[in-house]
């Protein structure tokens, strides 16, 4: 651990740590306004353009789980390890995963506001969602032309075979076929939404960073890891930060921590600012006492069905997702669930599969703080299948019979070989699928709700509607850490979303 320690006398207006997808869309958002300045600090490498960009962040159809990965693991049950990718690098995940570029739904953000989180309901959302996206095919009232993120959908054209399949076996289901997910009322079978240029992933580094690289205003820095965030009489002053091996503080009016559902509740702790035992368990003073630091983690469990495919059909390079289904479960929320066909498995050949994905899952889990070490992880238990009325293993087995029956449909059977797992004689008994979704079920690398949002009358609460951290002056937590719930949709959208509503709270705040 490096020992010097240097303070650098410069005071920014704002210190934004990690450049993900919320503290990106943040970062550029206020370094708009010329008299202010912003030191945006990335734990990982910083590339300056699209071309100097490696190629496993650049390729849209392969999520990018090792070269720009944090190396996290987390228990998905308290008897099982998985991996955690989390991206390390400008852009942070949205620079390393699936671009699949879904909204949540509108009942997600009215639920947030109804929590007490006044300015977040759909109709206070919206206007952030269309200003991030320039979608290139939808118009209309629900959708944003001139953002920096290009959203596209695959074309018929496009379409490979399980693919196309899949739309069309739906539709035999009953399943309405919808052109535009993020159409607030959309629900069914449509070709996925992504965001990305042919086959480039664009990342908010991409969209947000590099068109905005010569304002002096903003600073960028790779190879910074922040420990702590320095706090004087209740007040955020700055942050101490690891910067390519010297420990160095650096001060700032206000301080935002955009480090991710995993990495932002630790600096919290060692900063002070947690629950008692946590705080003191990492060896540091407790500044203000908010138990709900690094609790109320919340992710979307998984669990496929997968065949063995004819020769020919699971080929790569071919692109792995075109297609989700939304639906709703027997007893459950409106689109509460999800099915992508994966025409094949990264990395992996002779494959197709429908994965089935729990939206609105009730099981909790939380992080655990137990080292000192900036460097170190927090323990991450997911505490999947862990709902007192077996509800969250009840939705994904009802799904992945469904899908099993529409795999035994001629239109997708048609390219099986085998069914290979789970068996058919699993499949078929209530109690031993239940088994093995709790013995294979896994996550959708969507962690969120770890410093919620809420007003202080709720104890878990970390921030409030402004995503300032209850009780300290000047410190701000923006990003997936910030969700009070998680929407019905994948995350990433929702993160550049955060930082684009916060960027404009601040706005309103200088008036
Ligand atoms: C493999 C993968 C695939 C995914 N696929 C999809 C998908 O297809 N569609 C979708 O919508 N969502 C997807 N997601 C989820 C989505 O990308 C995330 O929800 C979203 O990017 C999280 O945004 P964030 O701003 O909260 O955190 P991040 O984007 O993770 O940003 C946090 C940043 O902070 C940095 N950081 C952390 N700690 C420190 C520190 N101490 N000091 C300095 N910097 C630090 C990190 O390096 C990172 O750059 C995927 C995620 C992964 C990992």
Same mark, same amino acid.
């Given at each position: ?48 353009? /699209? ?17 720009? %990965?944090?190396?996290? /693991? ?19 995940? =949205?620079?390393?995963?699936? /671009? ?79 052109? %535009? ?17 042919? %086959? ?36 955020? /002053? ?25 990495? =932002? ?12 035992? %946590? ?29 063995? =495919? ?202």
């Amino acid at each position: 651990m490096p020992v010097s320690l240097r303070a650098v006398s410069t005071v920014y207006d704002y210190i934004v740590v990690g450049a993900g997808s919320s503290g990106a869309a943040l970062a550029a958002r206020l370094s708009e306004d010329a008299d202010r300045s912003v030191l945006l600090l990335e734990a990982g490498p910083d590339y300056a353009t /699209t071309d100097e960009t490696p190629h496993d962040l650049r390729y849209a159809h392969r999520v990018s789980v090792v070269d720009h %990965d944090w190396g996290f /693991t987390a228990n998905a049950t308290p008897e099982r390890e998985v991996y955690y990718p989390r991206g390390r690098v400008m852009g942070g995940s =949205s620079a390393v995963n699936g /671009t699949l570029a879904i909204r949540g739904t509108p009942e997600d953000f009215d639920e947030w506001a109804a929590l007490g989180n006044e300015g977040w309901s759909w109709e206070d959302c919206l206007p952030f969602f269309r200003k991030l996206e320039n979608d290139l095919d939808a118009s209309g009232d629900f959708h944003g032309k001139s953002g920096p993120l290009p959203i596209v959908r695959w074309r018929p054209d496009e379409m490979r075979r399980p693919g196309q399949a899949f739309i069309d076996v739906c539709q035999e289901f009953g399943f309405p076929y919808a052109e %535009d997910f993020n159409d607030p009322e959309a629900t069914g079978i449509s070709p996925m939404a992504q965001n990305r240029n042919v %086959d480039t992933r664009i990342s908010t580094a991409m969209a947000y960073l590099e068109p905005i690289r010569h304002r002096l205003n903003l600073t960028f820095r790779g190879g910074c890891l922040v420990n702590r965030v320095l706090i004087k009489d209740g007040r955020a /002053t700055g942050v101490a930060v690891d910067a390519d091996g010297e420990m160095q503080t650096v001060r700032g009016q206000k301080v935002v921590l955009s480090a991710g559902a995993i990495m =932002s509740p630790p600096i919290l702790v060692r900063s002070g600012i947690g629950a008692r035992e %946590d705080v003191e368990a990492v060896g540091a003073t407790l500044v203000r006492e908010l138990p709900g630091v690094g609790r109320n983690l919340i992710d979307h469990p998984l669990c496929s069905v997968v065949w063995r =495919s004819k020769p020919g059909v699971s080929v790569m390079p071919d692109p792995p997702v075109q297609t989700m289904l939304r639906y709703t479960a027997s007893g459950g929320e409106t689109n509460d669930m999800q099915i992508y066909m994966v025409n094949h498995f990264p990395g992996r050949e002779g494959n197709f599969a429908l994965l089935v994905i729990l939206q609105r899952p009730k099981s909790r889990g939380r992080l655990h703080f137990e080292s000192a070490d900036y460097r170190a992880q927090p323990r991450i238990e997911l505490n999947f299948f862990s709902d007192p009325d077996g509800d969250d293993v009840r939705r994904l087995r009802e799904g992945l019979q469904l899908s099993q029956r529409m795999g035994e449909h001629p239109a997708i059977a048609q390219y099986a070989e085998a069914l290979e797992t789970p068996s058919a004689e699993v499949l078929a008994d209530d109690d031993a699928l239940d088994a093995y979704v709790r013995a294979n079920g896994s996550h959708n690398f969507h962690p969120v709700g770890t410093a919620k949002m809420g007003p202080a009358s709720d104890p878990g609460a970390v921030v409030d509607a402004q995503c300032r951290v209850h009780g300290i002056e000047g410190l701000r937590v923006v990003d997936a850490s910030a969700m009070p719930e998680i929407v019905r949709a994948n995350t990433n959208l929702t993160c550049i979303m955060i930082g684009e509503r916060v960027a404009e709270l601040i706005r309103e705040e200088r008036g």
